[in-house]
């Protein structure tokens, strides 16, 4: 069997390269080298079984099997939730839980639900850019830098509130994005995602070295929370309050999103993702459609910013970095592009699925990378992939419809 | 009256290329104008040049609207072009994949239509009757070129000759005056090519627009134009109806010699 062999062949090279590293321990107290064997044996068994594994689920997709598989899976899901009668009791339990879940949890769990919201907030708008307009933008947590800095800075010098600066935080988002906007109208693809990536870096940059204005590396400390009437409440209840703060706006955005999505915007969004030049051919401005995506997609980075601010009441830079961006944009594309249900389904997985592999601290990224990994392999369109609206026709019903011929 | 399209000696160079040489061509209100030639001629740069997509490096596109404005348009970016009332197809098809069919037409009304950002978030009654709008027009261009039982699939899923004619009712959906068509019946099947025949007809008599017309397909240039402009290397070598163009004996040299003895 050809598979066995190779699979026996990629099990030798691994342990090879391992062997310095799982095998050979040098015992500096007692100046002895201990030779754990049984390590290359797990690694030997272990990656002989995984390359196994894949081979045979490679095999499988090659013959078509594993595709229609997978799709037969993903399908049925896809029928289920694009059933009205079953997807709205379904978004209605959710939602529900959603609603009562911090009367039933403790604070570690409440800060967990509130990352996981901002993170389905970032990834809708996120998903605006990129999964409806066809934007790669790898710089996007630098409009979330400008959320939670523009909150820590105007409260700071002027004493304004979280909820004076929440608008205004979306609204400085907008006008980076449209900053952001301008100079990359003509580029597109990886040329894009670079220049994005730089733009977020340089944020973060300024954010870091320009000390007099930023706090540079040290950050700003003692953001206030949001206050409810002005009751003090305790960590735990502020903790409850923004988690209700922060499910309204994902409500929001939710709204908004799915508004946009099935308007001329939106349609003149996948337009120019789907074809650029078609596009234009339709009376289409180019420039336009693409610095509106930005703008609102990096409002709602805005918006999550301010209340990420308020959150953890501290805010660096080193909050803001690329992997963040990654993180964000893996939400988009695992759970599905263009879809807002799937960009749900990524936020939730992605941060509590590391989040739960807590107990196994070394494997967790590794774990986590796999997993990518698997999902881009065999199922690319991520978890839930975008259904278009079904229209119906309003006009006299004089004629029954016309067959083609 | 005037030209709804007038060329006057239009060139483009791709760096030594000389592409286009002194074109000149009019498409008149109402008429069915056929542009052919060998492959390579020029054809669909000439669409490129007229619609924006390519910049002429010399020579003037006017575009006269019925109403009687006139507009140069050399330079103009693709989707100004459009809007001023020129709408096209594209020889290898380019729908939006992953669209339905009516959403395909659905862009195309984008630019008349007026929904803001907030008028599309807030959907007060006038977006809404606006959209219900666009989907009935749409509906009923969909109607016209016989795709109403694919309204909602997804556009790539249809087969090749439905995917054309999707094109067609995508571009009407600009309300243009002036639709160019590039290579309409490429990959259809004689059936097929009948029925575009008689819908391009219908779309000059019933919607009455002008249409400039690129194809290969003799009988249906022959069928239904009014004028036929033939192309060579760049270069216009005849001009002039049917009748005369087919029996004129630089084309027949240069074209319609090689298809009569195939
Ligand atoms: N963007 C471009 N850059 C360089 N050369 C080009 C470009 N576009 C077209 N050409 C050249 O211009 C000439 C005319 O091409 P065009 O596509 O207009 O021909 P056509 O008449 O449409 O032919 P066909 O019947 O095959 O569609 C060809 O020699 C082509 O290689
Ligand atoms: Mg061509």
Known sequence: MLGIKRSLLVSIWFMFLTFPLLVIRVNTVENTVDWRFMNMLYVGVGSFFLSFVWRYLMERRARGGGRSGGQGAGSVMQRVLGEKRIFYPIAAVVALAALSFPLFSDAYQTNVMISTLLYVMLGLGLNIVVGLAGLLDLGYVAFYAVGAYAYALLNQHFGLGFWTVLPLGGLLGAVCGVLLGFPVLRLRGDYLAIVTLGFGEIIRLVLENWGDFTHGPSGIANIPRPGLFGMDLSIHDAAIYIYYIVFGMVLVTIFVVNRLKNSRIGRAWLALKEDEIACQAMGIDKAKTKLTAFALGSTWAGFAGVIFAAKTTFINPACFTFLESALILSIVVLGGMGSITGVIVGALVIVVLPESLRDFPQFRMLLFGAILVLMMIFRPQGFISTERKKYEYHGAADETPAEGE | ?262
């Not at chain 2, 740069?45 to 609207?65: E, Q, W």
């Not at chain 2, 977006?127 to 039982?149: H, I, K």
């Not at chain 2, 239904?224 to 070598?237: F, H, T």
Request: net charge negative; aromatic share 6%.
């Open chain 2, 1 to 262: 009256m005037a030209a709804v399209l007038e060329l006057n000696k239009v060139c483009m160079d791709f760096g030594g290329l000389r592409a286009l040489d002194e074109v000149s061509l009019r498409v008149e209100p109402s008429q069915i104008v056929a542009l052919i030639g060998p492959n390579g001629a020029g054809k669909t740069t000439l669409f490129n040049c007229v619609t924006g997509i390519y910049d002429p490096t010399s020579g003037d596109v006017l575009l006269n609207a019925p109403g009687g404005e006139s507009r140069r348009v050399n330079g103009l970016k693709p989707n100004k072009v459009t809007e001023l009332g020129m709408a096209r197809t594209f020889q290898n098809i380019r729908l939006f994949p992953s669209m339905t069919v009516l959403e395909n037409v659905m862009v195309g009304c984008h630019c008349r239509m007026h929904a803001s950002i907030l008028g599309a978030v807030v959907k007060g009654p006038g977006a809404r009757a606006e959209e219900r709008r666009v989907v009935d027009f749409s509906y009923e261009l969909l109607r016209l070129v016989g795709l109403t039982r694919w309204v909602n699939e997804i556009s790539s899923n249809l087969p090749y000759g439905a995917q054309r004619r999707l094109e067609i009712a995508r571009a009407m959906a600009t309300e243009p005056y002036l639709v160019l068509l590039d290579e309409p019946a490429a990959g259809m099947n004689p059936q097929e090519t009948d029925d575009l025949k008689e819908l391009i007809v219908r779309i000059r008599d019933t919607w009455s627009k002008s249409i400039l017309l690129i194809e290969h397909d003799m009988s249906l240039v022959m069928g239904i134009s009014d004028r036929i402009y033939v192309m060579e290397y760049g270069r216009l070598i005849a001009e002039g109806s049917p009748k005369e163009v087919s029996e004129n004996p630089a084309v027949i040299k240069a074209y319609l010699g090689e298809d009569l003895d195939a």
